[in-house]
């Protein structure tokens, strides 16, 4: 019953019973910090402070603080909230689709991609806040009647969606998220000796059981959410694509925009999983659970996105040259050509040729040219957003209002809070929680692990 | 259904494959399960019981109509019969032909529903809620063991010999009410 | 001595100050609730108060806090015991008057609200163009200003009236005594009474001298008039009959001889069979030059020789006698412009610029020779608002050195300033026992005059003027003085023993002398007055006017002096001009007029060196911008007439003749206030009386100067922004006006249902906008000259918030109206193919590098002025994409924008094509820390300049052109109080009363009587950026030039 071809190559290596999976999923948690731990935390935690410390500056002094302009009215912030959202797809998508595609590889990296999901889309979300002239009076985005009477907000507007989409995205992932959590929650529970630590744990896990009814319940819940959480990964990007897609502005005025946005969001959001599970797997010793062959499952992905988005590019500009348009046709040609021509080739370096390299077997399985081509691509995931944002407003219709953009230090410190304040995170999730969904690998165990897959095959010989 | 004079009979097991065999042993002696604790859901288990098919699903659709309506309402109530605007020269004239511009909060909002409540569904049919006592008599049943709970109507040592049988790796009488 | 004053804001404030500043801080007054105050058992036993105190109490909060909340700009107020009936709060009184400072002047309506002058309007009623130019529409903040002199002073010691007339006094007896000269010394005087008075004053002394010195001197000019005439007068222009206008070196767009003739001038651009044709000849780029039909880059140098030339042709037609032994550079276009004037007849118009006699001799004879006396230029009509006489000057400042002078009283002029050039005042101002500055600051002179009697603002005094023959004009106060001051008239009335007070002397005056049977008041409400027959009113202006028949003219040594000139310079050639916000400085100190960008070099806060590109690469001058594209560039040490300047800024200025530089004056004060002080370099100590001289320029090694320059693109890059026709196709082209074919073809999109405009291939059923109003402006780009005097009428309407040199560097000015300026470039898209760009230049030249090369202004540029304002367009952009409807749609076609709403996400200003709407970046108001400048909306005085109708806009709000809603919301409820429709013009924008050539005309297009409905039907007509279908509620007129063929 638990039969599957020996050809594919075990997804768990290693002599692993469901014991010894319990054991590897919980050390982290029962153990107690390594100083690189905390050296890493504690880097993390400065650069938070620090950014907290400028967005403080701006809501105290106002948005001029910036480095904005009559002409360019959006420009790093928009460009990280667009970033981190792209980031925040993999997670989600990961776990949504390939559960509906049944991809077994998928159950030792999701929790943490998930986890990531969460955690980067916290960061997206700051940034429509503290974009605002007056964050105090955020609310308004709320469809609540106000003070000023029964004054409504607009739907026609694709910022009004984003708040919908956002809001929606966030909650519905952490969600999904934790209900595939609680089981392993009890787990810890279970095994928990310290009062203290036994009591969250008590709390977190909901008193789970495992009762059969409550699993069938378990596996419907995760399908249903799973084939929720599916079209909303694409409808996040389409909206937030759309913020661009359906204003009038030379470069931002594409149809193309949706499918590229999603595309160089699964790109993008790729790149940063491996990011974090190169490293995770290394500190936490899983590498028997997340292996090359998950590391090169996601390299794929990654050199197919990235292939994707760069037709995307190269579409673009074909269609501003067919258009006809002069201003379309300009807008183009400044982004290669004029004052920001090298974040244009950066961005075309690090997302259209990097990836190519994925073709070459050798150096998808390499866990160190993996890792580099991932910061490589997230940076060029960025350059996108700054490409797609600045390039386009500095010189649109008329002339007598260029302008140029450069950023100032609020500007930068912001950014760089944003990365201490997710990496925050992260390293308290990894510290705290089962960053690995054993319940659920446990049911591929017997399939998919290393030994069973022999013992399997002794028994195919055995018969003839 | 488990009454308190009737004795239940704890059978741990230690393999899911062994379990699910004795589930179908058990069953078809026609003696009633009350209760399986496994550490992850094992595949065939609820048929092997026989517990009826979940419909979670169904309200889950339900709740996306729901937000559906919602989102319809919502737009049509705020923008064309409360306040209706020129916002842009978009015709706000009827709810229809301003709807283009309304698919995305509408997908969002029944998405949002269906999700949400859904899983506060899930939690309350579950009883499950923040801080609730651990629901399984064993706690290795979260780590690598599988317990099941047989009512015991009859002659509990043939019951128990019986469950021997079936490879359970430890067998023992509580009258401990669980669930 | 210009330290912070305080203002009492009522008795009870003196009283007790503390409980009215806790007061004030709310608006209103904070009652005990009765929750708080009964609710309390106990607190209410042992309280003492019986509910007759409780109320009493109450009472007076609310009377102290009304008052506190009522700013009231009189010095020492009382809240009215009975109301004035003219003054209803809420309601704007408006008052004809006029504006003189010594060199601008205006006839004026000046809106007041609850007693405070808060904009200036101009007076349409006046009989001559004297309508208000940028300065004087800002000239109301000066009032304002804090670091005004407050009170009298006496060798440097603020002092008060009363020994300070003494002092004079025995100054005067003094100089009597020692037989010793007494001098006013003044600006050109317009005003028959204080001419009058002057000379009362004067006869009281046996050595007596009234010496009137212009601040940019045309001296020259009058000497030449007076040696042709016999009058020192020059005579009026009238561009509108003119079909040929020649100019050289004449900016009269700008700065000339102090007639406004711009309306004139655009009489003649309106497009059609006899629009006129205009040459210019000029070496700075000048506001003038980039509204001719031809302009010539010529230096002023050989200004002279240009006009000998074009004399001889003329004179050869006419068979007159020419002038022998002269060669221009452009013998062939002084040819041709010659046959065109001749042609012209006495429809032709030869003006030049400069203070140099033979110049003007020559104009005088060639005007004379085509025999356009009275259509162009009248003799029987003359204007005096140059009066200067530099000889004069300079013997009196030879007279102060050789200390024959005893008393000096300066008035209107700020000599130790604009003519420290003329001489080294400041020595001559030593040797002079009593020096009697009469001035509204403590400025250079004053600071060299022993005594300094504080002045009023114009605003504060009356007087009155005669800027022509038979034009009069009168100058009431529309407040009371803010400060311990005097006019200059009641001084003198004072100082000579004369116990009348100014405003009855005027009275008697023109009751006597001027009005025959006409009404004071009359006169006093239309604020202007045009005498059936000239009498004589002031001595030595005008007697006669028969007289003026013959012309004497003696042109013998002009030929040879005028080459000699011509070779006189070698190496680079200096010409000094003003710049259309600063003027010649005499109010300084005022943020909207250091903020307005300069409508050519668009550099706002600052004079600088123009230079031509040329000439720059030829001296080692850059220009260059900075990562956020903030434009810098180098210093030069420059040297004229042996005076040296260190660290002028150099701006690289397309257009500028090579070989020549311009540098403004009017900058570089020194106690003109705290904003205009540190601003610009001083350029009056190189210019002598000549407005042109010899310059050695040296480039400061590795200098930065950083400009605020608000546009950092000059090209349209080929696209349709300005449309532009020459005349003739304008004539013969096809244009019908239903469908705008031909030479203003509308942008087209191919549908199934064939090529559709924006306005048909429209998705949309649209709102209705048939019924009720429809309001739409329509700005025509020929009339407008790019004067600016709209924008700072947008400024002082709508509160408009001045940020400041840094963070105008930083793109993030205000302004609502902004008036784009275009240059040409030699690369356009049609002759792109020849000049050799193929493709799109991966390989070899091509569109990348044409695109490139369209950045780069021609060095002859042709230049486009295109006011833009919000667009307010029907499928407005930015209107869609706001999360919170904080901007939308009004059924009058208007996009509103509810400032309450806003949230300042800053989407909108992204999604605006044409880039209009402002944001608040910082807070502008009650920000003195870092926006003290801005003296209108962070000083208790300034802001009393404040419109009351338009919300002072918070930090983080978006803000735009909201079309002036506050004055169609008047329109409207006055017509709706009298019972009757909207008649056009009811209503006007600020920009379009402020615009005198009427280039903008705003109105309701449903009602097709207005003007602006039959504009919109013109063929002119077309849609900024119309392709991108945003139907805007704004069009422009295509620009029409004259050009041959």
């Known amino acids: ?226 084939g929720l959480a599916t079209p909303l990964v694409l409808s996040v990007h389409t909206i937030v694509s759309m913020d661009f897609a359906t204003s009038v502005i030379p470069g931002w005025h594409t149809t193309i925009f949706p499918p590229y946005f999603v595309a160089g969001a699964i790109f993008s959001g790729f790149a940063m999983v491996q990011t974090l599970l190169i490293i995770v797997r290394k500190v936490f010793s899983m590498e028997q659970y997340i292996t090359i062959e998950h590391i090169e499952m996601m390299n794929i992905v990654i050199m197919l996105t990235g292939s994707i988005v760069g037709i995307a590019y190269i579409t673009e500009l074909f269609i501003a040259w067919y258009s006809g348009v002069e201003y379309e046709q300009y807008a183009f040609l400044n982004r290669a050509t004029g004052p920001y021509w090298w974040a244009y080739w950066s961005m075309m370096t690090c997302n259209v040729f ?102 399997q095959e002794k028994e195919d010989h055995g018969d003839h | 259904m488990a009454t308190t004079n009737n004795i239940i009979v704890n059978a741990l097991y230690d393999d899911d494959d062994i379990l699910l065999a004795g589930v179908k042993q058990v069953r078809e002696k026609g003696i009633e399960i009350q209760e399986v604790y496994t550490p992850f859901p094992v595949h065939g288990l609820d048929k092997a019981m026989g517990l009826k098919e979940t419909r979670i699903a169904i309200a889950a659709f339900l709740y996306g109509v729901l937000g559906l309506t919602t989102a319809i309402t919502m737009t049509y109530g705020m923008l064309i019969v409360d306040w209706p605007m020129n916002i842009g020269g978009k015709p706000s004239f009827t709810w229809g032909e301003n709807m283009p511009a309304f698919v995305p909060i509408m997908f969002e909002l029944t998405v949002f529903f269906a999700a949400h409540l859904m899983v506060w569904t899930f939690f309350f049919r579950n009883k499950i809620y923040p801080g609730c006592k651990a629901q399984n008599p064993d706690p290795r049943t979260t780590d690598d063991k599988f317990l099941m709970e047989v009512v015991a109507t009859g002659n509990t040592e043939e019951l128990m010999s019986l469950l021997k049988q079936t490879g359970a790796i430890e067998v023992s009488v509580n009258n401990a009410q669980h669930a | 001595m210009a330290e912070q004053k305080k203002y009492w804001r009522g008795i009870s404030e003196l009283e007790n100050p503390e409980m009215v500043k806790a007061l004030s801080e709310q608006e209103f007054p904070d009652q005990i609730s009765n929750e708080e105050f009964l609710g309390n058992k106990e607190s209410l036993d042992n309280t003492h108060t019986s509910r007759r105190d409780f109320l009493k109490y109450m009472g007076f909060s609310t009377a102290a806090a009304t008052l506190a909340a009522c700013e009231s700009p009189v010095y020492e107020s009382l809240p009215y ?270 003006v030049c610029g400069g203070n140099n006699k033979d110049h003007e001799l020559l104009c005088i004879a060639i005007n004379d020779l085509l025999g356009n006396k009275e259509t162009t230029v009248s003799h029987k009509t003359r204007t005096y608002l ?40 400041a020595e001559a101002f030593k040797k002079v026992p009593t020096t009697v500055a009469v001035t509204m600051k403590y400025d250079e002179t004053a600071q060299i005059s022993n005594l300094v009697a504080a002045e009023n603002n114009y605003l504060e005094s009356w007087g009155d003027f005669m800027a022509a023959d038979k034009h009069y004009s009168l100058q009431q106060p529309t407040i009371n003085p803010l400060f311990d001051t005097r006019s200059f008239e009641d001084n003198l009335l004072k100082w000579s023993g004369l116990s009348a007070d100014y405003h009855n002397y005027i009275k008697s005056n023109w009751n006597n002398n001027i009005l025959g049977t006409t009404q004071w008041s009359s006169v006093l409400h239309d604020g202007v007055f045009t005498a059936s027959s000239g009498t004589p009113v002031m001595d030595g202006m005008m007697e006669d006017l028969s007289s003026t028949s013959g012309l004497s003219l003696d042109l013998s040594g002009v030929g040879t002096r005028v080459s000699k000139e011509a070779k006189a310079i070698k190496g680079l050639e200096i010409n000094f001009n003003q710049l259309t916000g600063m003027g010649v400085g005499t109010i300084a100190n005022n943020p909207w007029l250091l903020e307005f960008p300069d409508p050519i070099s668009r550099v706002s806060w600052d004079n600088y060196l123009t230079v031509s590109a040329a000439d720059a690469v030829e ?187 840094e963070e105008v560097r930083k793109s993030r000015d205000m302004h609502w109206l902004r008036i784009d300026r275009y240059y040409s470039s030699d690369v356009t898209t049609e002759n792109a193919e020849e000049k050799g760009y193929e493709g799109i230049g991966l390989f070899g030249k091509g569109a990348t590098d044409m695109y490139a090369d369209m950045e780069v202004p021609s060095q002859s540029p042709e230049v486009f002025f295109q006011p833009v304002m919000c667009q307010h367009c029907n499928h407005a952009p930015c209107e869609t994409v706001c999360p919170v409807a904080a901007t939308t749609h009004s059924a009058e076609g208007l996009n509103h924008m509810t400032y309450n709403r806003c949230i300042g996400t800053r989407y909108c200003a992204n999604n605006c094509p044409y880039k209009v709407r402002r944001f608040n970046w910082f807070e502008y108001h009650n920000n003195t820390k870092n926006f003290g400048d801005n003296y209108s909306m962070n000083e208790d005085l300034g802001r009393m300049v404040l419109n009351p109708d338009v919300t002072v806009r918070s930090r983080g709000v978006m803000e735009k052109c909201s079309m002036c809603i506050q004055r169609i919301q008047l329109g409207k409820l006055e017509a709706k109080k009298e019972g009757i429709a909207l008649k056009d013009g009811d209503v006007k924008t600020a920009c379009q009363s402020a615009c005198d050539t009427n280039a903008i005309v705003f109105g309701d297009v449903n009602n097709n009587q207005s003007e602006v409905f039959k504009l919109k039907k013109d063929q002119r007509m077309y849609h900024l950026l119309g392709e991108v279908g945003t139907q805007p509620s704004v069009f422009y007129q295509v620009k029409v030039k004259n050009t041959t063929a």
């Open chain 3, 81 to 350: 015991v009975v109301a004035p009936e003219e003054i209803i709060p809420g309601i704007a009184n408006y008052y004809a008057s006029s504006y003189y400072d010594g060199h601008d002047f205006a006839s004026l309506l000046i809106k007041t609200r609850e007693g405070r002058p808060i904009k200036v309007e101009n007076n349409k009623e006046a009989g001559i163009n004297a309508s208000a130019n940028t300065r004087v529409h800002g000239s109301v903040l000066n009032l304002y200003d804090a670091t005004r002199l407050q009170r009298p002073a006496v060798n440097g010691q603020e002092s008060n009236w009363s020994s300070l007339d003494k002092e004079i006094k025995a100054g005067l007896a003094k100089a009597e005594a020692d037989g010793k000269q007494v001098v006013v010394l003044t600006s050109s005087v317009l005003s028959p009474s204080q001419k009058k008075l002057i000379n009362t004053f004067g006869a009281q002394y046996s050595n007596f001298k009234h010496v009137s010195q212009d601040p940019f001197s045309y001296s020259e000019k009058l000497d030449a008039w007076q040696e042709a005439t016999g009058k020192r007068a020059l005579p009026m222009y009238h561009f509108q009959n003119a079909k040929v206008i020649v100019s050289v070196g004449a900016d009269f767009l700008g700065d000339w001889v102090g007639q406004t003739v711009s309306s004139d001038y655009a009489k003649t651009r309106i497009p059609g069979k006899d629009m006129s044709r205009h040459f210019q000849f000029e070496a700075n780029m000048s506001l003038t030059g980039s509204n001719a039909d031809k302009r010539y880059k010529l230096k002023t140098a050989e200004h002279g020789v240009l006009l000998a030339a074009l004399y001889n042709e003329v004179a050869s037609a006419k068979g007159a006698s020419t002038i022998t032994g002269v060669k221009s550079s452009m013998q062939n276009e002084a040819k041709s412009i010659a046959k065109e004037l001749l042609n012209a007849g006495k429809e032709s118009l030869v």
């Open chain 1, 354 to 455: 990097s990836p190519q390299f994925m073709w070459f077997k050798k150096l998808r399985t390499s866990i160190m040219f993996t890792f580099f081509i991932s910061i490589i691509v997230n940076i060029g995931m960025w350059f996108e957003r700054f490409v797609i944002i600045v390039t386009s407003l500095h010189r649109d219709y008329l002339p007598s209002s260029w302008s140029m953009f450069s950023p100032t230090f609020v500007d930068i410190g912001i950014f760089i809070g944003t990365i201490g304040f997710f990496f925050v995170l992260f390293l308290l999730y990894a510290r705290t929680f089962p960053v690995i969904a054993q319940a659920e690998l446990k049911t591929i165990l017997k399939s998919s692990g290393d030994n069973y897959k022999k013992l």
């Open chain 3, 619 to 805: 001296l080692g001058l850059r220009h260059w911008n900075e990562s956020n594209g903030a434009l810098n560039g180098n210093l030069a040490n420059i040297t004229v007439n042996g005076v040296k300047l260190e660290n002028v800024p150099v701006f690289i200025q397309p257009g500028q003749t090579i070989g020549t530089a311009g540098l403004a004056v009017g900058f570089g004060r020194v106690g003109a206030g705290a904003v205009a002080d540190k601003v610009g370099v001083n350029a009056y100590p190189l210019m002598g009386a000549a407005h042109h001289s010899e310059l050695k320029v040296e480039a400061v090694a590795d200098s930065k100067h950083e400009f605020a320059c608000i546009q950092l693109a000059h090209t349209m890059m080929g696209r349709d922004i300005v449309k532009e026709v020459s005349l003739d196709t304008f004539l013969s082209g096809p244009g019908k006006t239903e469908s705008h074919d031909g030479w203003n073809e509308p942008p087209r999109f191919e549908t199934h249902k064939g090529a559709l405009t924006s306005e048909d291939a429209n998705l949309w059923d649209d709102f209705d906008h048939e019924t009720g109003h429809m309001w739409n402006m329509s700005v025509d780009l020929n009339l407008c000259n790019g004067c600016g005097a709209c924008v700072i009428a947008c400024h002082s309407e709508n509160n408009v918030p001045v940020v400041g040199k």
């Open chain 1, 1 to 226: 019953m638990h039969y599957e071809a020996p050809i594919r190559k075990p997804l768990i290596e290693g002599d692993k019973s469901y014991h010894d999976i319990t054991l590897d999923v919980v050390r982290p948690v029962e153990s107690s910090a390594p100083r690189s731990w905390w050296i890493v935390f504690s880097l993390a935690l400065v650069a938070f402070l620090w950014g907290v410390g400028c967005i403080l500056y701006t809501i105290g002094v106002g948005i001029g603080t910036w480095g904005l302009n009559k002409t360019v009215g959006w420009a790093w912030d928009i460009t990280n909230f667009v970033w981190w959202v792209g980031i925040g797809h993999a997670g989600t998508l990961i776990s949504a689709v390939l559960l509906l595609f049944r991809q077994k590889w998928r159950m030792s990296i999701n929790r943490s991609a998930e986890a990531m999901t969460i955690f980067s889309v916290i960061q997206a979300a700051l940034f429509p806040g503290i974009h605002m002239g007056r964050i105090w009076l955020a609310y308004f985005v709320l469809p609540i009647p106000n003070q000023f009477g029964s004054l409504w907000v607009n739907f026609n507007s694709p910022l009004l969606w984003d708040v919908f989409a956002i809001s929606t995205y966030f909650s519905v992932s952490v969600v999904f998220w934790y209900v595939g959590l609680i089981p392993d929650f009890a787990m810890i529970r279970d095994r928990a000796v310290k009062p203290v630590q036994k009591h969250i744990y008590r709390i977190l896990s909901f008193g789970w059981g495992g009762k059969a009814k409550h699993w069938q319940r378990f596996e419907e819940v995760s399908l249903v959410l799973a």
């Open chain 3, 386 to 425: 140059r009066q200067g006489d530099d000889k004069a000057f300079k013997a009196l400042v030879a007279d102060m050195n050789a200390g024959k002078v005893g008393v000096v009283i300066t008035h209107n002029l700020n000599p130790a300033y604009v003519a420290s050039g003329m001489g080294n005042i």
